[in-house]
């Protein structure tokens, strides 16, 4: 097995430089031609606050987010309840756990804000729930610019603006990518480098990460990861998968 040419450095573990492929010995055909029912890598869980019709606060996890410097992106099922609140305001907050909330998040699994409980979502055991908030033991916190609630419990909150919302080709599913204008973000001091107070240190910070319905690393058992994967296949792998070869 070939060594790292890195340079050692006190207290970082460095793997060495060798492939995946090189080091189980696979050939050229090694690898297998499979259908995933999704496609989670591996994502930070996002928290996302919104208001609700009625004026509650709401709160719901998600893994799909992905920013461009302060610009974030949000995937949802558009017949969900928290799409359809920051289209109706323009407003939300983003709040990022990090592993020490992990149950307070993993409270939030299958319940849903939409009542009825949306079709699909009951054969996944889904329940509607009023107070989400109450439900998780998470407390709702005044934003500073928006009406939406932070999450005061997470390390990492941003309160975000409404810029787009771009809905998937009918071929994905009922899906909605949200393009998000972060307007202000607040840390806790315990996840900020002491050489710069503008920067997140993310070994202090350890964020949560979600991989195929499971928290990365094992941290904590997934309410989520109980649904049969199975159920999120969509309907243009299904007819993928009944090709011949």
Excluded at 107 to 120: I, K, N
Aim: with cysteine; aromatic share 6%.
């Amino acid at each position: 097995m070939r060594r790292s040419s890195l340079p050692e450095q006190s207290g970082v573990q460095l793997y060495p430089a060798t492939s995946y492929a090189d080091s189980m010995n696979c050939d050229d055909s090694s690898h297998l031609t499979i259908h995933p029912p999704i496609l989670y890598a591996g994502t930070p869980v996002v928290l996302v606050g919104s208001v609700n019709p009625d004026g509650s606060p709401s709160v719901a996890p998600i893994s799909s987010a992905w920013w461009l410097g302060w610009n974030c992106v949000l995937g949802f099922g558009s017949r969900s309840q928290t799409p359809q609140n920051i289209q109706r305001t323009g407003q939300c907050t983003i709040n990022l756990p990090s592993v020490r909330e992990v149950s307070f998040v993993d409270r939030l699994a299958r319940l849903t804000a939409s009542d009825p409980v949306p079709p699909h979502k009951q054969a996944m055991g889904y329940t509607f729930c009023a107070d989400k908030f109450a439900a998780s033991g998470l407390t709702p916190q005044p934003s500073e610019l928006v009406a939406a609630p932070l999450v005061r419990e997470c390390p990492l909150q941003m309160e975000a603006e409404l810029a787009a919302a771009h809905s998937l080709t009918p071929a994905a599913g009922n899906l909605v990518a949200l393009e998000l204008r972060i307007l202000r973000v607040h840390a806790h001091p315990e996840i900020l480098r002491d050489s710069d107070p503008d920067r997140i240190d993310p070994d202090r910070w350890r964020p949560l990460i979600m991989s195929f319905c499971s928290f990365s690393d094992q941290v904590h058992p997934s309410r989520l990861a109980e649904i049969p994967e199975a159920m999120y296949r969509p309907q243009r792998v299904r007819d993928m998968m009944e090709q011949p070869a």
